[in-house]
């Protein structure tokens, strides 16, 4: 089993490094309290961090590089946070390799880490570390199953220059359950997933769906779809009869979000995905965490590694999606909610910069 992050964990680190009370003592019945301040600048390494999504397009790594740089610029305050270098493989081996990680390269010296988000960035960017022999942290966010891809050997001893951290599976009889108190009407859905990606984490994430799904008397169709073709044109033929396309947590995928949600409205049909963050692209339901709990977590060892804490001390951790609800608001508009539906939901209206 493999840690659990809380929140009283996020603050540990920034804790430790907080100023300490030296000396109290009391004259003529006054308290005098003195404390160590000193900066921490000079003991910090880094002027840099590197983030290297997979995709612009994907909403849940833009939610993560929001919450990782704000998480950062807290844990470093009141010094000077470091300047954050967010680079887009845009779903390319060629754009990863020959641009973006030779412009690392040129200041890797620089950087206190560098910040991979999802399975396909962590794996060719540690390759590529290993191959060139770079003594950079590299920190893993947003990815399924890290021990099980190699990118980790466990959660339990931490690798030099490695540090895991893993967004675990939804809960889907309670996701299931929702949607259907939500859509009681529901019959058939359909789900598209990257023909490319076999990955044993997200065929057991598929059949944990296929199975709530047949529990709760809902028929399901899997779609393989091939992502260097038209997404939409490969799924459109299959919409008929359809009264879900529920996505689920594969980042390629989600780089479709926006035309996804289009298509879907154009059919009538229900955008129902296992991210959060692609309810701010359209999506009429989303489940689980938009980044915030993963990205302060990243933002406090990044802060960590910035002034020489180990990475062997710095544990890897397995965070877990709260699986709470969320709806677009305009979901309302289009369909019937009953009351007792809408209190298992919260709203959520679209962030401007998103």
Same mark, same amino acid.
């Given at each position: 089993?493999?840690?659990?992050?809380?929140?009283?964990?996020?603050?540990?680190?920034?804790?430790?490094?907080? #100023?300490?009370?030296?000396?109290?003592?009391?004259?003529?019945?006054?308290?005098?309290?003195?404390?160590?301040?000193?900066?921490?600048?000079?003991?910090?390494?880094?002027?840099?961090?590197?983030?290297?999504?997979?995709?612009?397009?994907?909403?849940?790594?833009?939610?993560?590089? =929001?919450?990782?740089?704000?998480?950062?610029?807290?844990?470093?305050?009141?010094?000077?946070? #470091?300047?954050?270098?967010?680079?887009?493989?845009?779903?390319?081996?060629?754009?990863?390799?020959?641009?973006?990680?030779?412009?690392?390269?040129?200041?890797?010296?620089?950087?206190?880490?560098?910040?991979?988000?999802?399975?396909?960035?962590?794996?060719?960017?540690?390759?590529?570390?290993?191959?060139?022999?770079?003594?950079?942290?590299?920190?893993?966010?947003?990815?399924?199953?890290?021990?099980?891809?190699?990118?980790?050997?466990?959660?339990?001893?931490?690798? #030099?220059?490695?540090?895991?951290?893993?967004?675990?599976?939804?809960?889907?009889?309670?996701?299931?359950?929702?949607?259907?108190?939500?859509?009681?009407?529901?019959?058939?859905?359909?789900?598209?997933?990257?023909?490319?990606?076999?990955?044993?984490?997200?065929?057991?994430?598929?059949?944990?769906?296929?199975?709530?799904?047949?529990?709760?008397?809902?028929?399901?169709?899997?779609?393989?779809?091939?992502?260097?073709?038209?997404?939409?044109?490969?799924?459109?033929?299959?919409?008929?009869?359809?009264?879900?396309?529920?996505?689920?947590?594969?980042?390629?995928?989600?780089?479709?979000?926006?035309?996804?949600? =289009?298509?879907?409205?154009?059919?009538?049909?229900?955008?129902?995905?296992?991210?959060?963050?692609?309810?701010?692209?359209?999506?009429?339901?989303?489940?689980?965490?938009?980044?915030?709990?993963?990205?302060?977590?990243?933002?406090?060892?990044?802060?960590?590694?910035?002034?020489?804490?180990?990475?062997?001390?710095?544990?890897?951790?397995?965070?877990?999606?709260?699986?709470?609800?969320?709806?677009?608001?305009?979901?309302?508009?289009?369909?019937?909610?009953?009351?007792?539906?809408?209190?298992?939901?919260?709203?959520?209206?679209?962030?401007?910069?998103?």
């Amino acid at each position: 089993m493999s840690n659990l992050i809380t929140r009283d964990e996020l603050g540990l680190v920034e804790e430790s490094f907080s #100023p300490r009370s030296l000396l109290s003592l009391s004259v003529f019945g006054y308290r005098f309290r003195f404390i160590l301040a000193r900066s921490r600048r000079w003991k910090m390494t880094g002027k840099r961090v590197a983030i290297v999504v997979l995709h612009h397009d994907n909403a849940w790594e833009r939610r993560v590089v =929001k919450g990782l740089v704000v998480s950062m610029m807290n844990a470093y305050s009141p010094e000077e946070p #470091p300047l954050f270098e967010v680079y887009s493989a845009e779903n390319s081996l060629t754009r990863l390799h020959e641009e973006v990680l030779p412009i690392i390269a040129q200041n890797k010296n620089d950087y206190a880490a560098i910040v991979t988000t999802g399975t396909w960035v962590s794996s060719h960017v540690k390759t590529y570390i290993n191959e060139h022999k770079w003594s950079m942290p590299q920190l893993f966010i947003g990815v399924q199953d890290p021990v099980g891809v190699g990118l980790i050997k466990n959660f339990e001893i931490p690798e #030099p220059g490695i540090i895991g951290v893993n967004s675990a599976p939804l809960d889907y009889e309670h996701c299931v359950m929702v949607l259907k108190e939500i859509v009681p009407g529901l019959k058939t859905v359909l789900i598209p997933h990257d023909a490319q990606v076999g990955l044993d984490k997200f065929d057991a994430e598929k059949a944990q769906l296929m199975l709530q799904l047949e529990a709760h008397d809902v028929e399901f169709k899997l779609l393989p779809v091939d992502m260097a073709g038209d997404v939409v044109a490969q799924i459109v033929p299959h919409m008929a009869g359809m009264g879900a396309l529920w996505v689920v947590n594969e980042a390629v995928v989600h780089i479709y979000a926006k035309k996804l949600a =289009k298509m879907c409205e154009q059919y009538s049909v229900i955008y129902c995905a296992s991210e959060l963050a692609s309810v701010f692209q359209g999506a009429d339901i989303g489940w689980g965490d938009s980044g915030s709990v993963t990205g302060a977590y990243a933002g406090q060892v990044c802060f960590a590694l910035s002034i020489g804490v180990p990475t062997t001390q710095i544990k890897n951790i397995e965070t877990t999606h709260s699986c709470t609800a969320r709806t677009n608001p305009s979901f309302y508009d289009k369909d019937a909610v009953s009351h007792n539906a809408r209190v298992l939901v919260r709203e959520v209206i679209p962030l401007g910069w998103e």
